[in-house]
Each structure stands twice: as structure tokens, then as C-alpha cells.
């Protein structure tokens, strides 16, 4: 009896531990007040997305040829584009485009980094050099220019842009994936587990992978911000997504001309104002995100 209480004491001082935990992780990242204000405004910004019909309040492909290039209004209250097209339900519509590439292809390209970088760092040796050596390979050139190429050669689409970046931006993830699990397996609860008889794919899973889920969450957040550049960027030059659907990048395309720029401010500066927002928000959240979950960081 005095075992099983002493047990009993065990597993509720650990469930309490745990809570702690969580409780000093959420702590510390709502000390951070700009993670946090950055955490809203994403927050914001995914239920606009979802509920982007009722937000927009117009159809963002039909195209009033009464009412082209006008300035903001009561009925149009970011004005309208070259064709005659609300900006405003458009910049609403431009929203989905955008988190459902940076969240998509990001979780791509984690969970290939992920695997790969756990398979390098646990096994090491030839398995190690191997994937290096493709790793390396991959990081020779400008991911934008490997990036605009692929398109270019597969098309230009929404599924296209998620599945090139997703599968061609991993390598970063799959670095630091390899350089925690060169750390980790040295530890004496790895040296345990193996003595204990704990193949290898459990150990990975159960006892290392959890260990590198901080520094991945961190990696993934500031990932998803370089994501929504890249199809802004590709959206700017014509490899996005294809017309009509509304992008960001592709409502700054008409930015380039000089007379938007001096007299129709209001074609090209709400999606600007939107890539820059939501790209600062996501880099708070990171910040945020990294400094809640490194061990070395004070609690007052």
C-alpha cells in the first residue's frame, strides 16, 4: 500500500509538473506583448478568411464597368481596380490565398525537413553524409530562382506554388532537426532507452522528437512569414495564381505602372500594407514563440 501511494504521489507531483510547464510557456509568451498583439491580428486575420463571403460584402470577380478606377466611396471603400472590380472584397478573398499557402506549404516542408533531419541526426554515418550531401545540394542555389523556375516549368497555380515551396524549402527545417538530435542522442535517458531495448523508430518518436518541437514550432512560424513573401513575390511577377482569382502580390502588379503609383494610391497600397502586417505579425509570433519555450530564458 505504502508503494501504491507513494506512486499515486508520483504521478499527480508529474501531472503537476506538467502544468507548470505549460502554464510558465504561456507565461512567457504573453509577456511579450507584441507576440501577442501579432498572435490577435493573425487571429483576425484567419477569420476574415474563413469568413471572407460575409466580410467582403461583394463579389470579388464582377466587374462594374460603370465604376472603373474609382477612388474610395460608400460603396466601394478601398475603390476599384482597372476592370471595374471591388479592391476591397478582393484584398478580403487575397487573405485565403495567402495563409493557405504560408500554413500549406509549411507544413510540407517541416515534415519532410522533420523525418530527414531525424533520420541524419539519429543514424549518422552514411545515412548522415547522404542526406547532407542532398541537403547541401539544395542550398547551393537561391531558393526564389529554383522556386520561379519550377513554376514556370509546371504551371502556374494555387496547389503548384503550396507543393514547390513545401518540397523545396526544407532543408533549413532538416539542418536544425539534425543538429538537436546530434545533441540529444548523447544524453543518458537516450543511452537508458537503448540498454532497455527501445528500438530505434519508438525512440525517435517517443523520446527525442519531443525534445525538438520548440526550435521546429519557432523554425515553422518564421517559415510561414517567408512562405506568404515568396507567392507575393511570385504572385508580382505572373507565377502565382492565375487571374481572376485575387492575390496580394498579384493586386500589386498594377503598382508598376507610374501613373497607379502617383494618382490611385488605393490599388496598391491596402495589399502592401496587408503583406507587410501579416508578415511582421507572424515574425512577433515567432519571437514570442522562442523566447516562451527556450529553457535558459528568467521567470520573475
Known amino acids: 500500500m505504502a ?15 506538467q502544468e507548470s510547464m505549460g502554464q510558465r510557456i504561456l507565461r512567457r509568451f504573453l509577456r511579450h506583448r507584441l507576440a501577442v498583439a501579432g498572435a490577435v491580428v493573425i487571429i483576425i486575420l484567419a477569420l476574415v478568411a474563413i469568413l471572407a463571403p460575409y466580410v467582403a460584402g461583394q463579389d470579388p470577380y464582377y466587374q462594374d464597368y460603370s465604376a472603373i478606377k474609382t477612388p474610395p466611396s460608400r460603396e466601394h471603400i478601398l475603390g476599384t481596380d482597372p476592370l471595374g472590380r471591388d479592391v476591397w472584397a478582393r484584398l478580403v478573398y487575397a487573405t485565403r490565398v495567402s495563409l493557405s499557402v504560408g500554413l500549406v506549404a509549411v507544413m510540407i516542408y517541416t515534415l519532410i525537413g522533420t523525418i530527414l533531419g531525424a533520420l ?13 550531401r542532398i541537403t547541401d545540394v539544395f542550398m547551393c542555389f537561391p531558393l526564389l530562382i529554383i522556386i520561379i523556375t519550377v513554376v514556370a516549368l509546371v504551371g502556374a497555380s494555387l496547389y503548384n506554388i503550396m507543393a514547390v515551396i513545401g518540397l523545396l524549402a526544407w532543408p533549413s527545417i532538416c539542418r536544425l532537426v539534425r543538429g538537436q538530435f546530434l545533441s540529444l542522442r548523447e544524453q543518458e535517458f537516450v543511452t537508458a532507452a537503448r540498454c532497455v531495448g527501445v528500438p530505434g523508430g519508438r525512440l525517435i518518436l517517443r523520446h527525442l522528437l519531443p525534445n525538438c518541437v520548440g526550435p521546429i514550432t ?12 515568396t507567392e507575393a513575390s511570385l504572385s508580382f511577377l ?10 496580394w502580390g498579384q493586386m500589386l502588379t498594377d503598382a508598376q505602372k507610374l501613373t497607379v503609383l502617383s494618382r490611385m494610391p488605393w490599388l ?21 514563440l522562442r523566447d516562451a519555450l527556450d529553457p535558459r530564458m528568467r521567470i520573475d
Not at 3 to 17: D, E, L, P, S
Not at 218 to 229: H, K, P, R, S
Not at 275 to 284: E, G, Q, S
Open 3 to 17: 508503494v501504491q501511494g507513494t506512486q499515486t504521489v508520483n504521478v499527480n507531483w508529474r501531472a503537476m509538473r
Open 120 to 132: 541524419a541526426g539519429y543514424y549518422g554515418g552514411v545515412v548522415d553524409t547522404i542526406i547532407m
Open 218 to 229: 519557432v523554425a515553422a512560424t518564421f517559415g510561414m512569414a517567408g512562405a506568404i513573401l
Open 238 to 247: 505572373g507565377l502565382g495564381v492565375p487571374p481572376p482569382q485575387p492575390s
Open 268 to 288: 496598391w497600397v491596402p495589399p502592401g500594407i496587408m503583406i507587410a502586417l501579416t508578415v511582421l505579425c507572424v515574425n512577433f509570433v515567432g519571437d514570442g
